[in-house]
């Protein structure tokens, strides 16, 4: 079984960074793409960011194209999130999704989820 943890979130102002990171374990790491998805408060969840197996295909959301930056260390079994310039809207539970290789930005199709971490973007 697949588990993943989130960690990194926190409160910052607006126009600072955070480093999000999700921990996978269970199953060969090589073998999942990962995704990342926030959910705001009385919103639906939104997609973020995803990468494949090989980290060839790294796809964003337009809403954080350029301010965002997925990686990942398949040593380490590690995602890393990368949030600069954050803006109050950032402002969700971020959540870590896994799926078999290839990516998607549709929850659904995500078989494994972290339970989240908080991110709070406020002045």
């Known amino acids: 079984q697949v588990q993943l943890v989130e960690s990194g979130g926190g409160l910052v102002h607006p126009g600072d960074s955070l480093r999000l990171s999700c921990l996978f374990s269970?199953?060969?790491?090589?073998?999942?793409?990962l995704g990342w998805f926030r959910r705001a408060p009385g919103k639906e969840s939104e997609f973020v960011a995803s990468i494949s197996w090989n980290g060839v295909v790294i796809d964003y959301a337009d809403s954080v194209k350029g301010r965002f930056t997925l990686s990942r260390d398949n040593v380490k079994s590690t995602v890393l999130l990368e949030m600069n310039s954050l803006k109050p809207e950032d402002t969700a539970v971020y959540y870590c999704?896994?799926?078999?290789?290839?990516?998607?930005?549709?929850?659904?199709?995500?078989?494994?989820w972290g339970q989240g971490t908080q991110v709070t973007v406020s002045s």
């Open positions: 269970g199953r060969e790491f090589l073998h999942y793409a």
């Open positions: 999704a896994a799926r078999g290789y290839s990516t998607s930005y549709i929850p659904r199709e995500y078989s494994f």
